[in-house]
């Protein structure tokens, strides 16, 4: 297991960028699939976006995609979602989550970050 924390969230106004960042502890970071995913209130979590262990394979929601970018730097132990076009739809607690390779589930999650997009 590792442990998650994530940061940069914030209030921006509609059509602005943030970048959220997400610091893994622990020595195997590389051996992980990193996920975002977020929850609006009074919603269910949904998925956004994923990444793969060596950052070869990226997988992006349908209502992020083209907007958001997920990357990793394996060095650092982190993971980033890069955030642009921002909507006030996209308001919500972001999280990212660790899936061990070869594991069926994300058994690691952060504590989450708040992202408000006002209109």
């Known amino acids: 297991q590792v442990q998650l924390v994530e940061s940069g969230g914030g209030l921006v106004q509609a059509g602005g960028s943030l970048r959220l960042s997400c610091a893994a502890s622990g020595r195997t970071f590389s051996s992980y699939t990193m996920g975002w995913f977020r929850q609006a209130p009074g919603k269910e979590r949904e998925f956004v976006a994923r990444i793969s262990w060596s950052a070869g394979t990226t997988y992006y929601a349908d209502s992020v995609k083209g907007r958001f970018t997920i990357s990793r730097d394996n060095a650092k132990n982190t993971v980033y979602l890069q955030m642009n076009s921002l909507k006030p739809a996209d308001t919500a607690v972001y999280y990212c989550?660790?899936?061990?390779?070869?594991?069926?589930?994300?058994?690691?999650w952060g504590q989450g970050t708040q992202v408000t997009i006002s209109s």
């Open positions: 989550a660790a899936q061990r390779v070869g594991s069926p589930t994300y058994g690691s």
